[in-house]
T-cell receptor, first 113, second 110 residues
Framework: DGGITQSPKYLFRKEGQNVTLSCEQNLNHDAMYWYRQDPGQGLRLIYYSQIVNDFQKGDIAEGYSVSREKKESFPLTVTSAQKNPTAFYLC????????????FGEGSRLTVL | AQRVTQPEKLLSVFKGAPVELKCNYSYSGSPELFWYVQYSRQRLQLLLRHISRESIKGFTADLNKGETSFHLKKPFAQEEDSAMYYCALSVRDYGQNFVFGPGTRLSVLP
């Protein structure tokens, strides 16, 4: 079954803890993205990666980190430095130089207690 | 800086009525625009892209560079059109990324 898989769907974290959200795709897409979705603010770009071992900061990268060691994987770490981490996180992928269509995962909801 | 605005947070129409979801953008480059839709309990998915000039599920959108707009239209709304709609702009900076608007929730009433 091709697509993007995000895990976990729901995650609770205590303040001061780092947490890593997983994103895996088997679409053979070069580009991968992390967005944060908040009510009334739409999707805001955290990080994106066009190729393995390379990634770029988006508009709200502070308090987040990523890695791209494999083409199919793009994990996001929400660090304790992120001031307001409770949110819904969406991972997406696309073909470089393609039509521009983004393929999204189902999302991960992080709640900081 | 690139930006996408959607002035309506919520739009309610009756079944069979025309619907127009507004989208405006600001971008210094050549714009590539998209509409994404999120139905209840489903993933965010592409509805249509301006370069295709296609009609999907009865929806159309025309890029108006003079007004920097990409409004989504449908002549006769159906209840199954109720969803969250996002307008998105493709930005070619380092590689390609996408800027999304805040979204409009469309509610089609019976």
């Amino acid at each position: 079954d091709g697509g993007i898989t995000q895990s976990p769907k729901y995650l609770f974290r205590k303040e001061g803890q780092n947490v890593t959200l997983s994103c895996e795709q088997n679409l053979n897409h070069d580009a991968m993205y992390w967005y944060r979705q908040d009510p009334g603010q739409g999707l805001r770009l955290i990080y994106y990666s066009q190729i393995v071992n390379d990634f770029q900061k988006g508009d709200i990268a502070e308090g987040y980190s990523v890695s791209r060691e494999k083409k199919e994987s793009f994990p996001l770490t929400v660090t304790s430095a992120q001031k307001n981490p409770t949110a819904f996180y969406l991972c997406a992928s696309s073909i470089l130089g393609g039509t521009g269509e983004l393929f999204f995962g189902e999302g991960s909801r992080l709640t900081v207690l | 800086a690139q930006r996408v605005t959607q002035p309506e947070k919520l739009l309610s129409v009756f079944k069979g009525a025309p619907v127009e979801l507004k989208c405006n953008y600001s971008y210094s480059g050549s714009p590539e625009l998209f509409w994404y839709v999120q139905y209840s309990r489903q993933r965010l998915q592409l509805l249509l892209r301006h370069i295709s000039r296609e009609s999907i599920k009865g929806f159309t959108a025309d890029l108006n560079k003079g007004e920097t707009s990409f409004h989504l239209k449908k002549p006769f709304a159906q209840e199954e059109d109720s969803a969250m709609y996002y307008c998105a702009l493709s930005v070619r900076d380092y590689g390609q990324n996408f800027v999304f608007g805040p979204g409009t929730r469309l509610s089609v009433l019976p």
